[in-house]
């Protein structure tokens, strides 16, 4: 089920696709059938986002939010530095990007400490 996050109303216009983006406010760009429009800022409210949520404009103009059935135990915040631990030769790395294999052994099975 959806839950609304945000206060401020948005209205929609045909020929363009919405998101709330990286830096917390609402966006909208063109669709490939619009052609003049341009991509620019929609919303005013800052909103902050959590890991585990897929967020979108729904039907009544309002930022909405839906909990993701498949949000896996290791996610974290963007841009938030943390411990990968290889357990196959015990090297650590301290990254804020997610590490998907080691870069020492290349063993694929890196864990968050």
Not at 60 to 87: I, L, W, Y
Request: aromatic content about 12%; overall charge positive.
């Amino acid at each position: 089920m959806a839950e609304r996050v945000s206060r401020e109303r948005v209205d929609r216009v045909p020929g363009y696709l919405y998101w709330l983006a990286r830096d917390g406010y609402l966006w909208r760009t063109p669709t490939k059938l619009n052609t003049t429009g341009t991509k620019s800022r929609v919303g005013t409210e800052r909103i902050v986002r959590e890991n585990g949520y897929f967020y979108f404009l729904d039907k009544d103009g309002f930022v909405s939010r839906a909990k993701m059935k498949a949000a896996g135990p290791e996610q974290v915040a963007p841009n938030t530095e943390v411990t990968h631990f290889c357990p196959s030769c015990g090297y650590t790395i301290r990254t804020h990007l997610p590490a998907k294999f080691c870069p020492q052994c290349g063993s694929p099975g890196m864990t968050i400490q």
